[in-house]
């Protein structure tokens, strides 16, 4: 409804395209995967956090990509090649000694083995091509 007051208000018109921009990679990290094979594939998935930690049932890899890219507000790419569906739990511990330079949700993902690698990505990108002053009603 939003978008159609700005296409009429405003005689907004605009595309959408894929650019280049920065995305992060979600790949296994260097230490020992905290990930365990779903213990019941009847329950809906879900994922909780990044407030003091990480939590999921029944996820898949590429599932959790989707959920870190809205937290991270940068699209996430799952570069896992984990095929399953996990359940993991992550507290996140404030008294790590990288509070200060990394954020929670990048501490969590590294305590269940994983990684976020910084990189160059296909990021979808909102082109305005005409946009007009508000006239009187």
């Known amino acids: 409804m939003l978008l159609a007051l700005l296409v009429e208000r405003f005689q907004l018109q605009f595309h ?6 920065a995305v992060y ?3 296994r990290g260097n230490k020992r995967l905290k990930l365990k094979e779903a213990q019941n594939r009847d329950v809906a998935s879900w994922i909780s956090g990044p407030e003091n930690g990480i939590a999921a049932a029944n996820v898949s890899m590429p599932s959790f ?3 870190l890219s809205r937290w991270l507000e940068r699209p996430v790419f ?3 090649g ?3 569906v996990y359940d993991f739990k992550f507290e996140y511990d404030w008294s790590d000694p990288d509070r200060d330079v990394v954020a929670p949700i990048l501490v969590s993902v590294k ?5 976020l690698e910084s990189g ?3 990021v979808e990108t909102v082109v305005i091509d005409r946009v007009e002053r508000l006239s009187g009603n």
């Open 16 to 21: 959408r395209e894929t650019r280049q921009g």
């Open 25 to 27: 990679f979600l790949a």
């Open 65 to 67: 990509a989707r959920r």
């Open 78 to 80: 799952d570069h896992t």
């Open 82 to 84: 984990l095929d399953g």
């Open 111 to 115: 305590g269940l083995g994983l990684k």
């Open 120 to 122: 160059k990505g296909p």
